[in-house]
């Protein structure tokens, strides 16, 4: 500082030709300068118009659409989707400051990630993140049996009465035997499961006593058998009539089913009315119940039935043997005719 005084000092006249000088040459450089003398530091904009975010679509493929816009021109802008570049990447042609983006996209089953990424010609560049979610349709329930109808589960009683605690009513030969029968089948090749299979027989755990078929009917497979099951009920034994006092039977005989323990002067309190099976599938909720009954009302000698005491067998009764198939709700009754044999 004290050179540039005595210079001064020395020479007044050249310094003040230099200062002159730098006066004029300052502001002329100044003019010639660049404006920004400082790098773009300002970073590419995107907007993303498609997809919104957390997108969720059930279809395979979307377009991306966009604008991507900057203070310089850009350089580059690419979508990638799952990592993968998409075909033929959108390049900022002409050097553009404002690039739109469309971009078609094969969405893969689950989240999707879909990456834009813009360059200037500065170096900046600016990243935007969309997920879109690909839905996969619910799988079409199974089509619905020929009935249309499926069945949920499977229900049976099977009784069979042989031997009966009154003298006065016949032992019958088969009937334990068809029941086992019926028995195995349903828990075999039908596929009733044996914990749904009750078996009253006089060789069972369970005895085919007038309490034990009630049980087993009206309050066993009410509890059980829901609307969509199938309940079967199999009864082989006596049938019987007695004078019907209400004068409601055509024949004027009333008709029973009737279990071990029955008694043939009272089959009224001792046996089962053939009127109470309505009840009996009014009280089960399945729309599907089939029963089959192997017995006989006509009251004549051979076959499984007997008379009750109090009842006159008519002379013009024919002896035949019926094996009946009810089913209830809707209500639909089939009987046929099987010739008298052996019980």
């Known amino acids: 500082m004290i050179g540039i005084v005595r210079i001064a000092l020395r020479r ?22 660049p404006v920004d003398i400082f790098p773009d530091i300002r970073i590419p904009v995107i907007a993303i118009n498609y997809p919104p975010p957390d997108t969720k679509v059930e279809r395979d493929d979307i377009v991306v659409l966009g604008l991507v816009t900057d203070n310089i021109a850009l350089d580059r802008v690419h979508v990638t989707l799952n990592g993968i570049e998409v075909p ?3 390049d900022a042609a002409g050097a553009s400051k404002n690039v739109p983006i469309r971009a078609a996209v094969k969405l893969q089953p689950g989240d999707n990630i879909i990456e834009i990424t ?8 600016s990243q935007m993140v969309r ?3 690909r839905l996969m349709p619910a799988v079409a329930s199974p089509p619905p049996t020929q009935s249309g109808h499926t069945v949920a589960d499977r229900w049976a009683v099977v009784v069979g009465a042989g031997k009966y605690e009154s003298a006065d009513i016949p032992t019958l030969r088969y009937a334990v035997s068809d029941a086992e029968s019926i028995y195995q089948v349903l828990t075999g090749p039908a596929g009733f499961k044996k914990e749904h299979v009750l078996l009253l027989t006089d060789r069972a755990e369970r005895k085919p006593t007038l309490r034990n078929i009630r049980w087993a009917l009206g309050t066993f497979l009410s509890r059980s058998a829901k609307k969509d099951d199938t309940v079967v009920i199999f009864f082989a034994g006596h049938g019987a009539p007695e004078v019907d006092p209400r004068g409601l039977e055509r ?3 009333a008709k029973y089913l009737i279990p071990s323990d029955a008694d ?5 309190s001792s046996a089962f009315p053939m009127d109470e099976l309505q009840t009996i599938f009014g009280r089960i ?7 089959f009954l192997d017995a006989c009302y006509s009251g004549a000698a051979g076959g499984r039935t007997f008379v009750a005491k109090k009842t006159r067998p008519l002379a013009t009764v024919t002896p035949v043997r019926f094996a009946g198939a009810v089913t209830w ?8 005719p099987v010739a008298a044999s052996s019980a």
């Open 329 to 336: 709700s809707p209500v639909l009754y089939i009987s046929f």
């Open 264 to 268: 043939p002067d009272d089959l009224y």
């Open 285 to 291: 909720e399945s729309d599907r119940v089939v029963a």
């Open 131 to 133: 997920t879109v979610t």
């Open 118 to 125: 813009a360059t200037d010609k500065a170096g900046n560049a």
């Open 12 to 33: 007044p006249y050249t310094f003040v030709v230099l200062a002159l000088l730098i006066t004029i040459v300052g502001p002329l450089a100044a003019l010639r300068t």
């Open 251 to 253: 024949d004027g005989l």
């Open 88 to 90: 033929r990447p959108l």
